[in-house]
């Protein structure tokens, strides 16, 4: 288990970690109604940090809006709270969840009368994914269609289908899934946002079904500023891989982590994303330098 803090944020107060309980008709276990975000937090040479923290909370605020939850704090109230869950708890590294639910103990669907709860939990998560390039699988779940559901935002429910993805791989062997929209375009892995290098050029999928990371947007400002590179936001489809020469996942959790392969039908593509002097190595390292407080330009990202 990861260490945790000794304490979680619950509406305005620090309850224990253990007495952090709901009831077990609670609306959001049963539909799902909930709105979070995942955060990271970095030691550095000038106090822990939090990063992007505002933009995080922006988009909490979003995805709660889309459910009507009606979060009875204001983002400047959020931010204080994590930052204060930060402060009272003493870990280095970390991973801050906050996340906006519907408590109600009767099962109407419409939750719009029901109460609202509001909880920050924070606990000590390293490496995300396994510290080395990584071997991926196009799933055979597909990304939502955004008629179906608002994808931008963040919603407990959404991971239902991101749970499956993650079964079915790890079952084949792969480290992680890859998923196509239901036009079979390439969208995302189930956490995280996807690039693509070929001769010096950047790709990514465009916003459509994918949820529009933090550290996607990140990822196009800085390579931009260091690299000058404008990476191409476009429709990829998988019979393209093969023009690719690196490729790699991008998120809070992974930060910016090397494809090793991507297996498609019966194809097994891979990248050189992982050799010291590739592309997505330079990112990855300017991306640790960011978050540790070490770039000037940038440090007003930090908490
Ligand atoms: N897609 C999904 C489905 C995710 O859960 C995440 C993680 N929040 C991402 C992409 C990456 O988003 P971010 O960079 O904001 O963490």
Excluded: Q
């Excluded at 993805?165 to 084949?172: D, N």
């Amino acid at each position: 288990m990861e260490i945790k803090t000794p304490y979680i944020w619950k509406n305005w107060e620090f309850i224990f970690w253990e007495k952090a309980t709901d009831h077990n008709l609670t609306h959001s276990l049963h539909y799902w109604t909930g709105a979070f975000e995942g955060i990271r937090f970095y030691e550095t040479s000038n106090w822990p940090k939090i990063f992007r923290l505002k933009e995080h909370i922006e988009r909490l605020f979003y995805s709660a809006n889309t459910l009507e939850l009606k979060n009875p704090f204001s983002k400047e109230e959020i931010i204080k709270a994590c930052i204060d869950i930060v402060k009272k708890s003493w870990i280095e590294s970390w991973y801050l969840r906050p996340i906006v639910y519907y408590w109600t103990w009767k099962m109407w669907l419409n939750p719009t009368w029901a109460s609202v709860e509001t909880v920050i939990s924070a606990w000590n998560w390293g490496k995300y994914l396994a510290d080395k390039a990584i071997d991926v699988k196009i799933s055979k779940y597909k990304r939502m269609h955004p008629e179906t559901a608002d994808m931008n935002a963040k919603i407990s429910g959404w991971y239902y289908n991101n749970v499956l993805v993650s079964l079915e791989i790890k079952k084949e062997g792969f480290d992680e899934g890859l998923l196509l929209d239901t036009d079979w375009f390439i969208a995302e892995w189930p956490g995280e946002n996807i690039f693509f290098i070929k001769w010096n050029k950047i790709f990514t999928p465009e916003v459509w079904t994918i949820l529009p990371g933090i550290t996607r947007a990140t990822i196009i400002e800085i390579v931009e500023e260091k690299f000058w590179i404008k990476v191409v936001e476009e429709k990829i489809i998988p019979e393209n891989l093969e023009e690719f020469d690196e490729a790699f996942f991008v998120g809070t959790a992974a930060e910016v982590t090397p494809i090793w392969s991507i297996t498609f039908s019966w194809k097994k593509i891979n990248f050189s994303s992982w050799e010291k002097n590739s592309l997505t190595n330079k990112i990855k390292n300017y991306y640790l330098d960011i978050v540790s407080w070490k770039i000037e330009k940038y440090l007003n990202w930090l908490s």
